[in-house]
């Protein structure tokens, strides 16, 4: 009992690093490729990042290894809440755009939330998928620091306040998170969860209905070619190459009229 207790003693307070250091690892992993092209005030700003996320989580798990009192059951569900919406909902936009979702990804999906329907609605599994991950390894995680961790009065009095103001604080304070986006994925979507915020507070900018054009008349065109023409090309616009049907012959369900209106067509398969 003396040995288990000096073991718990030395090694259960670093179950208060381990959720920032696990955002931080498979944020490096997942962009490895990207991080020889970081400055040195890139890597500076990454570092404040980690220690902002050890303080948000730490002092969560912190409040919610208290062994007695209502509040430790409010800071579990926001441990394994937060850390689920801010992890596995960067992960899913991460797989999906190869990028964060930041500020003003949120703002925008806010101005058409039709946008996010159809996400959701489309690839609703996938949402679901990476949100389950965090959720079970963060619960895990909270109830193993409850058994083992045996946080002082002070320690845990002081998370007691500390816990909400630095949640508010990560929502507040600016982080990389447009082109470089120096930061790991938990903070960015707290900076995010703040930009949404604050919209909702300050009100949405009015919507201004497009007036009237008046665009200038073209001069008639005539062709001086000397022969006359007799092909006809054919360009899409703003359409991605999965979704035309592009060989002549086949069945199409996508565009079945253009596929019907030139049957004859030469198509161009590997037009880069």
């Known amino acids: 009992m003396r040995r288990l207790a000096e073991f718990r003693a030395r090694f259960a307070p670093w179950l208060l690093v381990v959720p920032a250091l696990l955002a931080a690892s498979s944020d ?16 500076l700003l990454y570092a404040l990042a980690v220690f902002e996320s050890i303080a948000i989580w730490g002092t969560l798990l912190l409040l919610a290894s208290r062994r007695r009192g ?40 806010a101005a058409f939330p039709a946008n996010i329907h159809g996400q959701l609605g489309a690839h609703a599994r996938g949402v679901l998928t990476a949100l389950i991950v965090p959720v079970v390894y963060l ?10 961790m045996r946080p002082a009065y ?3 009095r002081f998370a007691t306040f500390a816990a909400p103001v630095l949640v508010v604080l990560a929502c507040l304070v600016p982080c990389s998170f447009r082109t470089v986006q120096a930061a790991t994925p938990d903070v960015i979507w707290f900076h995010a969860l703040g930009g949404l915020a604050r919209r909702f507070v300050q009100g949405s900018p009015p919507h201004v209905e497009p007036g009237i054009r ?51 067509r030469v198509p161009f398969l590997q037009l880069r």
């Open 28 to 43: 490096l992993v997942r962009r490895r490729a990207r991080l020889g092209d970081w400055s040195a005030s890139d890597r």
């Open 70 to 109: 209502v509040v430790r059951w409010f800071a579990a569900i926001a441990f394994v809440v937060l850390g689920a919406l801010a992890l596995g909902g960067e992960r899913y936009f991460y797989d999906q755009f190869d990028t964060y979702l930041n500020a003003d990804a949120v703002l925008f999906a």
């Open 139 to 148: 619960s895990a995680l909270a109830i193993v620091a409850r058994k083992w």
């Open 154 to 156: 002070r320690p845990s």
């Open 214 to 264: 008046s665009p200038p008349y073209l001069p008639a065109l005539s062709s001086t070619a000397p022969l006359r023409r007799n092909v006809l090309f054919i360009l899409t616009e703003s359409v991605r190459f999965d979704v035309v049907c592009s060989q002549p012959g086949a069945e199409c369900d996508s565009t079945p009229f253009t596929h019907r209106g030139v049957p004859d």
